[in-house]
């Protein structure tokens, strides 16, 4: 098999370090600047449980030089991908499957929801551009439950997790789907395949959308964030918002808030995705994990006074620190 990561950042890199090191797929990666020099000169890279895992690594900054895959691992920052999505053609033939690894809801969560009719959800496909770019058919839905981050360009040190859920977007069991499920279990992970992944899509996002930006702006880890019994009110409170949105999307949440709380209080003083960017001066994922809540709020006329409360003022940090676009009168 031929597989393709699209971004070998700290999950691309966890994910193509591990698949090249399994055999029987032909590895490559789609990178650029010191991230693209690392590869080709130190190939792929994983630090775990005291361990440096190296495998060699073909990498390129153009598609077309990669050619036609089998499989291909989006594993960017979603403010990235409507950029490159058009260039992603050569990599993308009639049976190519497209796994988008990547933090909060995708861009086509909304397809086959009447709720929310036929537009893309602005906030994470602006101008429909990746709809456009990325046949939906080739697409499969994909939940990473890992913490992993790069020390250095293409060094990987994963911390914790190695789960991977997998699953058709409009739901049900495939062959496609058991097919990537076996070549994930045979490198290692904890993969699974999901007759629901909309709603394992949903579940995860409920946990981050709250402790991520909080984390950020405060520069507080996870266990700080929720031993403050205000803000972990406040948190609650955007997370009871949040369940009646998937209610209306049929992605209906069984815990409460805070059965969630005493879940992620297990991880113990940990950073998060959000927290690590600000930290290292990169953009931060806002639209993917808290945009895209907002807007699928206001199509759907649910009133969310906390998560909007949470999109204003992440944004404006992120706007303040250079860390998200100046977005003067949005809403």
């Not at 597989?3 to 399994?22: E, K, N, P, S």
């Not at 775990?48 to 990669?66: K, M, N, R, T």
């Not at 190519?96 to 929310?116: E, I, K, Q, S, Y």
């Not at 930006?213 to 266990?223: E, N, Q, Y």
Request: with cysteine.
């Amino acid at each position: 098999m031929k597989v393709c990561i699209v971004g070998a950042g700290a999950i691309g890199g966890f994910i193509g370090t591990r698949l090249a090191r399994a055999g029987g797929s032909q590895v490559s990666a789609l990178a650029r600047g010191a991230t693209l020099q690392a590869l080709r000169t130190q190939g792929w890279r994983l630090r775990q449980g005291g361990e440096l895992l190296q495998a060699p690594a073909s990498a390129s900054d153009d598609p077309a030089v990669l050619g036609l895959q089998d499989l291909v691992v989006v594993a960017l920052k979603g403010q990235a991908l409507p950029e490159l999505a058009p260039r992603l053609a050569p990599l993308i033939g009639r049976e190519t499957v497209v796994l988008p690894a990547m933090n909060g809801v995708p861009w086509w969560f909304g397809r086959g929801v009447a709720a929310l009719g036929d537009s893309p959800l602005q906030s994470v496909d602006p101008g429909g551009v990746i709809g456009l770019a990325i046949p939906f058919e080739r697409v499969l839905g994909c939940v990473v439950h890992a913490s992993t981050a790069t020390s250095e360009p293409g060094l990987v040190e994963h911390r914790m997790g190695q789960g991977l859920i997998v699953g058709e977007p409009l739901g049900g069991l495939s062959e496609r789907v058991q097919r990537i499920v076996a070549l994930l279990v045979n490198a290692g992970f904890d993969a699974t395949a999901s007759a629901n992944i909309r709603q394992d899509i949903w579940y995860k996002l409920w946990g981050n959308m709250t402790i991520n930006p909080v984390s950020a702006i405060t520069g507080a880890t996870s266990d700080r964030v929720l031993d403050d019994p205000l803000v972990r009110a406040f948190c609650s409170a955007a997370m009871r918002e949040a369940s009646a949105i998937g209610e209306r999307l049929g992605c209906a949440i069984a815990q409460s808030p805070e059965d969630r709380h005493a879940i992620t209080r297990k991880l113990g003083a940990f950073r998060t995705s959000m927290l690590q960017d600000v930290q290292a001066g990169r953009a931060i994922e806002l639209d993917a994990i808290v945009g895209v809540v907002h807007e699928l709020a206001t199509r759907l006329s649910i009133a969310t006074p906390n998560i909007d409360a949470l999109l204003g003022l992440t944004r404006l940090f992120g706007s303040v620190h250079g860390l998200y676009p100046e977005a003067p009168g949005a809403t």
